[in-house]
């Protein structure tokens, strides 16, 4: 279809087309008219969430999911039973009513709170913002503020709630393992105490030190003994030689009688010289000679008895000694064993003493959430009731009336058209005829300008080609 045509339907067609228009343009207003008015009142919120660092990095502030959330809690049946219980709907006469008249099945708080859900309309200003506007719609303005208030009310409440509820909870758990936590940490000092008290130990670190102190000196007087021992029992082996003794020949008596032995033996010789072995005085000079060598040999005796008396005093000032360092060194072994135990049991106390006090600190943290009724949501404006419906607005729907009617009438008429066609133009006739034009007759009531203009046509249309105009001579 050509525009040629499509003007030619249009104009015998133009009554169907002008009906149809009126008709839907005619609905569009009485639409306007009788449709029930809608006011819309919107609050607006700011969402504080603190995000963590590498969402700050992408987003600068609340995540989308974030924002999602609190809408999808906005929108939740929570919020809603909460908004019927605070507006105190169930009490309403009115609401009952409808609630009876209704007969859905549900209870009055169910009901009620589909209802109230019904007008909701959460959204954001724009993509990344964390202001959310709560509208609310209703054919009453007053209501229709009245629940975007309580909206706004019951989310802050229920996001509290929300918050404060599992801190509750993990609260009463924290507490339930605070107790355990300081009864493991009591048992484990009574234990550490007990076993102190068993074992007499006070200071465990300082006595050790003592008695490794009295251990390394009972080790360095037993090798000083031992040294002494074995000197003296070297000594004491060489008795036999008692001549060459250090002792003997170092001892003052032994020295002056070996000199008087020496005076008195050249007295002998000389007497015996003169007068010969059997003179008296030569018997009274060795007589004297064999006594100061009998006090030489008791005086050697002595001394070599005290070497024996000091080798045998050594071994068993030795043996004491040894005994006295086996006892320490076993004490000392009993004293890091006990040592051993209380560091056992005193690890003990201090892994239940940082058990406690992890458990006590996250116990006392979730405790101050439990407490905390402070949202992380502000109210940046109120929903007042609104002067204006916000639905039907007139100049979009008698914008959309007009586009449909005007859609509709040409429809109207091009299906009329299409179920009653007819010849409208000289294209239409060759098409349905199968002949060519060789003329076009004017209308009775054509005016006289058409006339002259149709007489001056002379083209001939043949296959739908347009052909020369005829020679003057021919006509």
């Known amino acids: 279809m050509n525009l040629s045509h499509f003007l030619a339907v249009l104009r015998a067609r133009w009554l169907a087309a002008v009906v149809v228009f009126g008709v839907v343009l005619a609905a569009a207003i009485l639409y306007l008219i009788f449709a029930t008015r809608v006011y819309t009142a919107t609050a607006s919120l700011l969402i504080d969430i603190k995000p963590d660092p590498v969402s700050s990095m992408l987003y600068g502030g609340a995540t989308p999911s974030q924002i999602n959330t609190q809408l999808d809690i906005i929108r939740s049946d929570r919020v809603a039973q909460r908004v019927v219980q605070n507006l105190k709907l169930a009490d309403l006469a009115d609401m ?47 209501f229709a503020a009245t629940t975007a208030n309580a909206y706004v009310q019951a989310y802050l409440e229920t996001s509290i709630e929300l918050r404060v509820d599992p801190a509750k909870q993990y609260s009463g758990f924290f507490t339930d393992q605070q107790k355990a936590a300081r009864d493991a940490l009591e048992e484990a000092q009574n234990k550490l105490s007990a076993f102190q008290k068993e074992k007499g130990i006070i200071g465990s670190d300082d006595k050790f030190d003592l008695e490794m102190a009295r251990l390394t000196s009972l080790t360095q007087e037993l090798v000083a003994i031992q040294t002494a021992r074995v000197d003296a029992s070297t000594r004491q082996s060489q008795i036999g030689s008692a001549g060459q003794l250090s002792e003997v020949l170092s001892n003052g008596t032994v020295s002056a009688l070996k ?30 000679v064999a006594e100061l060598r009998a006090k030489i040999a008791r005086a050697t005796s002595d001394v070599t008895g005290a070497i024996g008396v000091d ?28 040592r051993d135990q209380v560091a056992v049991l005193q690890r003990d106390v201090d892994n239940a003493q940082r058990s406690y006090d992890a ?29 204006t419906p916000s639905s039907p ?8 009336g007009f586009v449909a009617a005007v859609g509709l009438g040409l429809g109207a008429a091009l299906l009329l058209e299409q179920m009653d066609k007819r010849i409208r133009t000289t294209s239409d006739a060759f098409d349905f005829l199968g002949l060519p034009v060789i003329g076009i007759m004017p209308s009775p009531n054509m005016n006289r300008r058409l006339r002259g203009q149709m007489a001056l046509i002379q083209d001939r249309v043949v296959s ?10 021919q006509a």
């Not at 080798?311 to 006990?338: C, M, P, W, Y």
């Not at 739908?464 to 001579?473: V, W």
């Open 96 to 142: 009952r009513s409808a609630w009876a008249n209704a007969k859905s099945g549900l209870t009055i708080q169910e009901w009620l709170t589909e209802l109230v859900e019904n007008g909701l309309d959460p959204h954001v200003t724009y993509a990344g913002s964390n202001v959310i506007n709560i509208a609310y719609h209703s054919a009453d303005p007053h």
């Open 464 to 473: 739908g080609r347009r052909l020369p105009a005829p020679d003057k001579g």
């Open 259 to 288: 000199a008087d032995l020496s005076a008195a033996e050249l007295k002998l010789q000389d007497l015996t010289s003169r007068y010969g072995d059997k003179h008296p005085q030569v018997q009274e000079a060795r007589s004297a």
């Open 359 to 387: 458990v006590y600190g996250r116990a006392s943290q979730t405790n101050l959430e439990s407490q905390n009724r402070q949202s992380n949501a502000t109210v940046i404006s109120q929903a007042t009731t609104p002067s």
């Open 393 to 400: 607005k007139t100049l979009t729907v008698l914008l959309m």
């Open 311 to 338: 080798a045998r005093v050594s071994h068993a000032r030795e043996a004491e000694i040894q005994a006295e360092v086996d006892a320490q060194r076993n004490k000392v072994l009993g004293l890091k064993e006990t």
